[in-house]
């Protein structure tokens, strides 16, 4: 196993570990340390390919999403006072259960992938990004407060930007620096909007919305 596939594994492993907990600011922080692994994976692609683009983006993922997106989901949690995720769809042994096996699943896929596309080395990457995608999914299925919902979104977007750069060794920095900041600004506008819920109803239970009906 080389540092890139390390790093990316090593991030998908902390992104499982959030199935195991209930506490939301733990998960934000589990995040933040999946996200700044997935974050050195990307530099250190940037390194062996000598693409300076990766090696920009990489510290732009770190300053946002690892530390930025993190210490403002943080501060809004304390502000609605809001510190565990307890309405659970399954029990969280289960959860992370299900996570362990997507992991599985996703080297699995990884394998029949490499079939179809020989010239890539880095089968590690695929895998995390995979799994990522699995993680994020499951995150956003089993849980039902807000901001776990964001945090699930964040996990399935690390996923797609992986398996990206996993395949193509490259990310247009222009790009990228404009998804940067749509999901900058979506993360904060869904800040205003928990903000606004949880004042208005008194709970963030997604699940509970569709209980609202026209007065």
């Not at 695929?126 to 996990?155: D, E, W, Y």
Request: with cysteine.
């Amino acid at each position: 196993m080389n540092i890139i596939d390390f790093f990316s594994l090593t991030g998908s492993c902390f992104a499982i570990l959030m199935l195991g907990s209930v506490s939301i600011r733990l998960n934000l922080w589990l995040y933040a340390i999946q996200t700044f692994f997935m974050a050195l994976s990307t530099l250190s692609e940037s390194f062996k390919f000598s693409n300076s683009e990766l090696a920009i983006i990489s510290l732009v993922i770190i300053i946002i999403k690892a530390f930025f997106i993190p210490i403002f989901l943080n501060f809004v949690i304390e502000k609605i006072k809001v510190k565990s995720d307890s309405g659970l769809i399954f029990p969280v042994p289960i959860g992370m259960h299900l996570g362990i096996l997507f992991l599985g699943f996703s080297n699995l896929f990884t394998l029949e992938i490499l079939k179809s596309l020989p010239e890539i080395h880095h089968s590690g990457n695929i895998t995390a990004g995979i799994s990522l995608l699995f993680t994020g999914m499951l995150f956003m299925l089993l849980r039902k407060i807000a901001v776990s919902q964001i945090i699930g979104f964040l996990t399935l977007e690390n996923g797609i930007f992986l398996l990206g750069v996993s395949i193509t060794h490259s990310m247009p920095l222009i790009i990228d620096l404009g998804v940067m900041l749509d999901i900058l600004v979506a993360i904060m506008i869904c800040g205003l909007f928990i903000f606004k819920i949880s004042s208005s109803f008194e709970h963030i239970d997604v699940t509970q919305l569709n209980e609202l009906t026209e007065s």
